[in-house]
């Protein structure tokens, strides 16, 4: 592409023209870029695009999203490869790395996190100041933001084992904290991690272990957790790890213009995540099925959700960006399908959330909508097989999408032309 790619605008403002020519920068995939930085400088005018749906905020070479064909790939490898070929650790290899490692790269790598899983005992103390009914989500962002604290030498890193540390120390950690924040929530004493389990499992067996890091004794001897299980948890996990500039994304990428602590830029993008719009999304679709009750009114809360004078609406459908079915979507519905006997999934939830997905997907309304069951609709289900409570759905999203977060926080502050956010405002007051 040439340097004679130029997008002109023309103005017209009482009466008189004016107009302004800016260059196309060209994107490897995806739509190309108006670049219009020196716009107000030479205008006066400011662009109006609330929500940032049509604006490029940043250069990124992370995640890339098709919409409109359901794609996503995680550096150039599409989400169904690596969520069916590659585990957890292998994706935050790559997402950090640029490259999928070695078997002896993903030994070392899994090592140094599994050593670094332990939190410091005035860090774990936290919990106990918190309600024991606190809900995850809350106590997790606290703890995050504390984290801080312990490792305020991270506010100002100048080499790439700083780096390197920063990062994998985050990484690590937040499985461990979101399970200590579980385990707050139930009123149980919080399990310390086991360096003989790998990521995922470690995370299961923080959630579910007695004092003493015993698991429940049964019949049969104690309590293990399957392989099947690992499997599913990790998928989700892969599911999560990132998804372009997406609104919690966009808060760690602004905090992180602001020179804060890295811990802090993520402790930010996790109360973003919090929403129901966002990240709390699988929760309420679980609790939306629950209120449902059963396949028998299925119907009629169809017929709500399509009556435009009724505020109810159907979670688990529907995407910002997708205007066709969710990749991650598609693989958790195959995941789903394959695990059902192996999980025992909840029968009723499962035959309410088939009914719907029947109806929404032959239905006129939804299809002319680009209404499709999006990764929510079915990573709930799935979660609540492996004994995962509702109310820690998010937290899931959070350890998923940690690695994500924290890529992007380094990319930019890596981009020589990042700058800290200052959006401007159509104002109408006095």
Known sequence: MSNKNKATIILEIDGEKKEYTYDILKANKGPYVVDIRSFYKDSGLFTYDVGLTSTASCTSEITFIDGEKGELT???????????????????????HKNLPTEEEL?????????????????????????????????????????ASFHFEHLDLSHQDEYNEMVYRILAKMPTIAAMAYRNYIGYPCVQPDVNLSFTENFLFMMRAYPHSRMKVTKEGPEQITDVEIRALDSIFTLHADHEQNASTTVVRGVASTGAHPYVAISSGINALWGRAHGGANESVIAQLEMIGSVENVDAFIA?????????????????????????????????????????LDSRLMQIASKIEEIALADEYFVKRNLYPNIDFYSGVILTALRIPKEMFTAIFVIGRTVGWITQWVESKEDKQSKIVRPRQLYKGM
């Open 304 to 344: 709500k959700a399509k009556d435009p004078n009724d505020s109810f609406k159907l979670m688990g459908f529907g995407h910002r960006v997708y205007k066709n079915f969710d990749p991650r979507a598609r693989v958790l519905k195959g995941l789903q399908d394959q695990l059902k006997e192996e999980l025992k």
């Open 107 to 147: 030994v070392e790598f899994d090592l140094e996190l599994r050593h670094r899983s332990f939190l410091n005992d005035d860090l774990s103390d936290l919990f106990n100041a918190f309600p024991h009914n606190a809900h995850p989500m809350s106590s997790l962002s606290a703890a995050v933001t504390a984290l």
């Open 74 to 96: 995680y550096r150039g490898i599409d989400i169904e490869t690596l969520a069916t070929k590659h585990n957890y650790l292998e994706v935050c290899y790559l997402l950090l």
